[in-house]
């Protein structure tokens, strides 16, 4: 009986022990998550792919990202959309920041260092999630003089020390730089045609080369400039972006200057227009499939060729359904090279 009794108390006591040791080490646990840790990183626990909309701000400037669906859209140039790489770049610089040092707390220090209030360097980034609830809302203020360090503070967080950070930290404040800014991509290999104000460009079966149609034998063609227009779909990018309607390209004289036919019977026909010394573009594509029959005798291979065919119109009808909205404009060299003609071609003039 008297065993039974020393076996229970020393039960007890080692339960009593076991909770102690449970609570010293939540402590420590907790204790060592509060200290500062030079290299660790600012946004340790964010989870970016929660991230629902982004505004960054700074003075008069700010961007809005918003996502829908898989991508992000720019609200402030008409909900275009936005570039993943720059969006995910964005994200990717803020997540990596690491911390040198914890500088402290106070209304003095947040001014002398253009947190609070904000100054004309200072960067405010505020991630959401799809509920409107604020996931960080952060600061960056100057640059630390002695190295390449920034002050930063989180505001989502009260009492929130201010650190500097171990890099320096670059947040680009300009909505036209996160634009998705390619609009077609063609390699020049896949164009058969091109028509233009007063010239054909066609590639004979089994040619290598698109040849001017029509040229006397003694104009020889300035093969450079073919191979521009050649490349005219590869990489395709505009420089500013402007909804159809918009009051600034209204009244925009938007002629037809190139009509580019591809390999697999679908095109794009490109409109232009100049207006003191910019230009101007709008682009439709276009296929040749009105309906696709199909029977059950058919080989594989044909019903194959059928199925790329339906997909590419499906392609087509989307890009059109897309970009018959916009008007962008394009640079001094992309708009030159769309409204070349046919003396451009060619190095001697013909009669």
Known sequence: MQS?????RILVILTLVLMA???????????RGDRFQRG???LS???PDEIARIEIRQGDESV???????????VEEQGYPASNAAVNRLVADLLKIGLEKEIGTGANL?????????????????????????MVRLRLGKSFEGGPGRYVQRLDRPDEPIYLTS????VVVDSNSFLQKQIVDVPGSEVVRIEGPDFTLEREAGAGELNLTGAAVSAETKRSAVGRL??????????SVFIADDAEIRDLDLRPALSIDLEDDSGYDLAVAEREGRYFLQIMGRHSVSQVAISLDEAEEELQEKADMLTRADEIDAFNQFHGSWIYEVTEATGKLLLLHKADLLETATP
């Open 21 to 31: 040791l449970s609570v010293w080490a939540y402590r420590q646990s907790v204790s």
């Open 40 to 42: 660790q990183t600012f």
């Open 4 to 8: 039974v009794s020393r076996t229970n």
């Open 110 to 134: 947040a001014a002398e260092l253009e947190l609070e209030p904000a100054g004309d360097s200072t960067v405010e980034v505020l991630f959401q999630d799809s509920a409107e609830k604020e």
């Open 167 to 170: 890099e320096g930290v670059h």
């Open 64 to 74: 809005t990202l918003e996502r829908q669906g898989e991508m992000f859209r720019v």
């Open 45 to 47: 626990n964010l989870n």
């Open 230 to 239: 050649e490349s005219t779909l590869r990489g395709l990018r505009f420089e």
